[in-house]
């Protein structure tokens, strides 16, 4: 497909090498040639120079015959307009970044006036993320399907988990709810166990489950899951913002710190019941004058992954039993991967993957789509749920005589809202929701699944 981004930053970037990897071809306009000079040359990626919000420009940069055009610069005003210049001159899909909160309400109701395909807002898509991690403490991952009754959730195996040095087969029988064992990530490798495969102690594990049944097999994990009572957010971002409403409209008790005085009196304003603190969030006697050790979450959202890092490492030096997220937005050293951080958190990637998954959905056959799609496993994996829709080699015949690819697993039916986690003796049949979880990048339809 061709596509063109409007916009070369953080998340523009993401994107457009996100979706250069799915074999798209992808041209970025940015008025900043610095910033353009960062992408350019990379293959199947175009950088033009210009305002992306004219009509000129859209037509060099050939908006006429592309088919989506998105828009992510760091303005929401432009971004739009640059969506109704684009439809008006012939991309037939466009996708705009809306950020301002006090858009969120409105966007909805403009969409169509707008002429949107989609519109997103990555730091509210980011905070429910968040809140979801808060709501279940004992969880590094949590990813849904099914409309939100089956989650994946990644949890690490602890040294006296009854699933330490146990083979995958045996363990379904220490669950009545049912699961099962999707990847399992050692030593930075990503694996799809077979039965045969045996677990151990510091094992990073994606579990899918019924979502009702979540808070029984954390208990059976043994994964502490108390709820979460008092949450600090160190850093006053607009994620902050929507992550501090989010909470405390449901009776959790939020502290923001946020150094910019004129930033906490907009957050004061605009969060009635959140208490916001005007200082330094690196400034350790602060924090704990503000009681750092007695929150039950502490989220790390500064403006810089190194401000994160250390201050996460700080907090669970002196609160080890608190939830602790760690925001980061360009670091990709390895090193962070094996550093004692709970739960870290990718807004741009977020963003990315939702744009990907619309875009695996334009490409999909009438018969099958792609309803959800997450990158798992530090992107060594993908999640994807399809919808069967008409008659093809994977219908009606029973898993364990599907010749399956290698690498990939069937992990849970959706039919008609019972939740089946499938055995080799289960069948897919028409209409049914399916989710697998594969090694294999860039499959589009429900046959791909099929050696």
Avoid: W
């Amino acid at each position: 497909m061709k596509i063109i981004i409007v916009g070369c930053g953080r998340v523009g970037r993401t994107i457009a090498r996100q979706l250069e990897k799915e074999g798209h071809s992808i041209t970025v306009i940015d008025t900043d040639g610095e910033a353009l000079q960062a992408i350019a040359g990379t293959q199947n990626i175009m950088a033009l120079e210009g305002n992306g919000a004219t009509f000129s420009t859209l037509t060099d940069a050939g908006v006429a015959d592309c088919d989506l055009l998105i828009a992510v610069t760091a303005l929401d005003e432009l971004n739009l307009y640059a969506c109704l210049v684009g439809k008006d001159a012939g991309a037939p899909r466009t996708i705009a970044r809306v950020r301002n909160p006090e858009y969120t309400n409105d966007v909805p109701r403009l969409k169509d006036e707008l002429k949107l395909s989609l519109a997103i807002n990555p730091e509210q898509t980011c905070a429910r993320e968040l809140s979801r991690l808060i709501k279940f403490p004992g969880a590094v991952e949590i990813d849904s399907f099914a409309k939100g009754t089956v989650d994946l959730i990644k949890v690490k195996i602890k040294s006296d988990s009854v699933l330490a040095d146990r083979k995958v087969v045996d363990c379904a029988g220490l669950f009545k709810n049912g699961l099962r064992i999707c990847t399992v990530e050692r030593d930075k490798v990503c694996h799809i166990p077979n039965g045969d495969f045996e677990l151990k102690a510091g094992d990073i594990i994606s579990i899918i489950s019924e979502s009702n049944a979540a808070a029984k097999l954390f208990k059976n994990l043994g994964v502490i899951n108390s709820k979460s009572r008092h949450v600090m957010i160190l850093g006053g971002s607009k994620i902050a913002y929507y992550l501090a409403k989010s909470l405390s409209e449901i009776g959790i008790k939020v502290k923001i710190v946020e150094s910019s005085l004129e930033r906490c009196e907009d957050l004061s304003d605009a969060l009635c019941n959140v208490t916001v603190i005007h200082g330094n969030a690196m400034n350790q006697e602060l924090l704990i004058s503000e009681g750092i050790e007695h929150a039950d979450a502490i989220v790390a959202l500064m403006d810089t992954d190194e401000e994160n890092i250390i201050v996460s490492l700080f907090a669970k030096d002196v609160n080890p039993d608190s939830k602790i997220i760690t925001e980061i937005n360009e670091l990709s050293f390895s090193i962070i991967e094996s550093l004692p951080l709970d739960s870290v958190i990718h807004p741009k990637h977020l963003t990315g993957q939702y744009i990907i998954q619309y875009v695996r959905a334009m490409q999909n056959s009438v018969g099958s789509n792609i309803e959800t799609l997450y990158n798992i496993c530090n992107e060594q994996a993908e999640a994807l749920e399809f919808r069967a829709r008409e008659e093809n080699m994977a219908i009606g015949v029973p898993l364990a005589m599907l010749g399956l690819k290698d690498e990939l697993q069937i992990v849970c039916i959706n039919r008609g809202g019972e939740i089946i986690i499938p055995t080799g003796k289960d069948c897919i049949e028409l209409n049914d929701s399916v989710v697998i979880v594969t090694k294999h990048k860039g499959l589009f339809d429900l046959k791909d699944i099929l050696k």
